[in-house]
């Protein structure tokens, strides 16, 4: 993993702009009712750490549509449990949850593919690539399936390990019982490892309770839940990132008046950066800089043919065995899963942010 340096003055001065309080000058044209209308929106992670910034999307719709639209924020799975994020919205009993698709993939088996590993490293490149492949028309398609349309990126840095015993090698995760979820599953399972499945909320009790020995995430996740203060070994894997998003239920978009989807259109045009840098810059920097040595944390750098041959495991076999998958149930997975790695290269080196 490449430390995180910095970015640009005027990268910097883009982003405080974006974290102003102030009402931002909306391109919208004003409607003529003042209707007010209340959002729930629903997410798995805490609200706070780097996962906090969510607060920014919501009071960033509040202000431009100057309170017209109030943005109730449920976090922790305090609507709903993160597996059930998907069907909350096709209910309607959220208007906007934050999305894995790896929790509903017999819903939504094409968005599958962008939880896959190893396409991109960059979140904001990621956030890019994933709100272009959000207008193919049959990605389109399937979410409105589940009464759903996309709304803006999410995404999971590359991950590393944090355990209860040191892993210098791949061979010392033999026997070892590891949170992940689907294709990591297969992963760690390949190197020997017990791969366990568990929603975000449930990782620190079960690493408290030694039911899993260690947990593969990015970086400032293991900071934002907490997990450093159960497992004091850190394995730098830097192995894969993969993403997920925020979608809105259709009936809630369809009784918005036009002027203020186009605000929470601007709002999720401007995401991108503002998720990248709390969560992959400023989330990383602060983890090795002052939580981890604080914490006594133990960092261990895995040498670099062990991370090839994590990176190997992780994509191309993978890929190609979900795009079999997928072409079994009729869908045209070896050309969507073509169309998110054209994407994720077309937007690779997009990034405003220095690694």
Same mark, same amino acid.
């Given at each position: 993993m490449k430390k995180l340096v910095g970015i640009s003055v005027v990268t910097l001065a883009f982003i405080l702009a974006l974290f102003s309080t102030a009402p931002a000058q909306s391109t919208s044209t004003k409607s003529s009712s003042q209707e007010k209308y209340l959002l729930k929106l629903a997410a798995w992670f805490p609200g706070s750490g780097h996962t906090g910034i969510v607060k920014w999307f919501g009071d960033q719709i509040e202000l431009r549509t100057n309170h017209r639209v109030t943005v109730d924020e449920y976090f922790s799975g305090s609507l709903i449990p993160a597996t059930q994020e998907l069907p909350a919205i096709e209910k309607g009993i959220a208007d906007i949850a934050a999305v894995s698709p790896h929790y509903s993939l017999g819903r939504i088996p094409l968005w599958g593919i962008v939880s896959l590993h190893g396409f991109i490293p960059d979140l904001f490149g990621m956030g890019k690539a994933l709100t272009e492949f959000a207008n193919v028309p049959i990605m389109k398609e399937e979410l409105a399936k589940v009464n759903?349309?996309? =709304?803006?990126?999410?995404?999971?840095?590359?991950?590393?390990?944090?355990?209860?015993?040191?892993?210098?090698? =791949?061979?010392?995760?033999?026997?070892?019982?590891?949170?992940? !979820?689907?294709?990591?599953? &297969?992963?760690?399972?390949?190197?020997?490892?017990?791969?366990?499945?568990?929603?975000?909320? /449930? !990782? #620190?009790?079960? $690493?408290?309770?030694k039911t899993t020995e260690g947990v593969l995430h990015a970086t400032a996740s293991h900071v934002t839940y907490k997990w450093y203060e159960t497992c004091k070994n850190f394995t730098k894997l830097d192995y894969a990132a993969n993403a997920w998003f925020l979608v809105v239920n259709k009936n809630t978009w369809a &009784? $918005?008046?036009?002027?203020?989807?186009?605000?929470?259109? /601007? !709002?999720?045009?401007?995401?991108? !950066?503002?998720?990248? #840098?709390? #969560?992959?810059?400023?989330?990383?920097?602060?983890?090795?800089?002052?939580?981890?040595?604080?914490?006594?944390?133990?960092?261990?750098?895995?040498?670099? /043919?062990?991370?090839?041959?994590?990176?190997?495991?992780?994509?191309?076999?993978?890929?190609?065995?979900?795009?079999?998958?997928?072409? &079994?149930?009729?869908?045209?997975?070896? /050309?969507?899963?073509?169309?998110?790695?054209? $994407?994720?290269?077309?937007?690779?080196k997009s990034s405003p942010f220095s690694y």
């Open positions: 759903a349309i996309y =709304l803006a990126p999410m995404g999971t840095p590359p991950k590393n390990l944090l355990s209860s015993k040191p892993v210098q090698r =791949l061979d010392d995760l033999k026997g070892m019982k590891v949170r992940a !979820v689907a294709d990591e599953a &297969k992963i760690m399972k390949s190197l020997g490892a017990v791969p366990v499945f568990m929603a975000m909320p /449930e !990782v #620190y009790t079960a $690493l408290q309770k &009784k $918005l008046p036009t002027d203020i989807q186009q605000i929470i259109k /601007e !709002v999720s045009s401007e995401w991108s !950066v503002v998720w990248t #840098y709390a #969560y992959q810059v400023k989330g990383e920097q602060e983890a090795f800089a002052k939580i981890f040595p604080q914490a006594g944390v133990k960092i261990i750098e895995m040498p670099a /043919e062990e991370k090839a041959k994590l990176k190997e495991l992780a994509s191309k076999p993978l890929w190609d065995e979900y795009a079999k998958d997928l072409e &079994k149930k009729g869908l045209p997975g070896k /050309e969507m899963i073509g169309k998110w790695y054209e $994407l994720c290269q077309k937007w690779a």
